[in-house]
C-alpha cells in the first residue's frame, strides 16, 4: 500500500498544475476562518458578524463547517481526473504496466491516494472547526463540543465517494475536461430520472429512488445546516421537524457507489487495450 502511494504521490508532485490545484485543494477550506471572523459594516447602521450570531457554537459549527467545506472539493476532483488523463496522454500508465505493476495496482494506486487526501482534507477541518468554536462557543463540555462529530466522518466518506467517481470518469473518456463535463451531465440524468419518476408515479417514490443515486446519495450525507441554524433562532422551533443527522444508511449507500467506481475503474482498464 504504501509503495503504490508513494509512487502515485511522486508522479503528482512531479507536475507543477497538480501541486498548484493540491495546494488549492487545501488552502480553500481555511476560507471558513476567514468567513467565521468576517464583520461587515452596513453604512455605520448596522454590523454584520457572523460569529456573533451563534453559528459557530458547539455543536452546531460541525454541520456548518463541514457542508461549506464539502463544496470545495471540486478544485481536488480536477487532480483526479487530471490523474488519470495525464497518464494516458504521457503515456506513463503503458510504461507502468510494462515495469511490472499490475493493473489491478495501478487502481489502487489511484484510490489509496484518494484516501490520503481525503484523510488530510478532514484533519484540517477537524482542526479549522475545533479553533473556530473554541473561539466563538462558550462551551466547554467535552460531550458537547464532540457531539455532531460524525458530521467529520461524512465529510470524509463524501470526498472519498465523489473522487471515486471522478476516477471512474476519468477512466471511462479518458481527457479530464470531458470527464468533468460527464459530472455535469450525470447530476442532470439523475434530475431528469426523478422528474419523470415523479411525473409518472408519485413524489414519494421518486424522491426514493432519487436518494440512491451517486450525486444526491453524496449530497445526503451532509444536509444543508440554513433551516438548522433557522429553528434555533425561532421561538417554539423545537415544533419543527428537520433530520439533519448523519444516517447510518446515507453512508453505506456512498460506500457502496464507492466500491462499484473502483470495481468499474478496474474492469475498464482490465478489458482496455492499452
Known sequence: MLRLLQ??????????SSKVLIFISFILPFFV??????????????????????????????????FFAAQFKFFFAIVVVSMIGNEYSNKTIKQNLIDGLSKKEFILSKFYTIIFF????????????????????????????????????????????FFSLCLFLGMLVKRSAFALAFLFVLFIL?????????????SDVAWSIHNFMPLQSMWNLIDQPFQRIAISKAPNGQNFLYDFAVH?????IVLAWTAVFIFLSYRLLKKRDL
Not at 126 to 154: H, K, M, N, P, Q
Not at 194 to 201: E, L
Not at 248 to 252: K, L, N, R
Request: aromatic content about 18%; glycine content about 4%; some cysteine.
Open 190 to 202: 439523475e434530475w431528469i430520472i426523478f422528474g419523470i419518476i415523479n411525473w409518472q408515479v408519485n
Open 33 to 66: 476562518l476567514i468567513l467565521s471572523s468576517l464583520r461587515i459594516n452596513f453604512f455605520n447602521w448596522f454590523t454584520l458578524e457572523l460569529g456573533h450570531y451563534g453559528l459557530f457554537n458547539f455543536p452546531v459549527v460541525w454541520h456548518i463547517v463541514t
Open 248 to 252: 447510518w444508511y446515507e453512508i453505506v
Open 118 to 161: 481525503s484523510a488530510i482534507a478532514t484533519l484540517l477541518i477537524f482542526i479549522i472547526t475545533l479553533c473556530i468554536g473554541l473561539y466563538y462557543s462558550s462551551i466547554s463540555e467535552v460531550s458537547l463540543i464532540f457531539r455532531d462529530i460524525e458530521f467529520l466522518l461524512a465529510y470524509f466518506i463524501k470526498l472519498v465517494g
Open 7 to 16: 509512487l502515485e504521490l511522486q508522479k503528482l508532485l512531479l507536475n507543477k
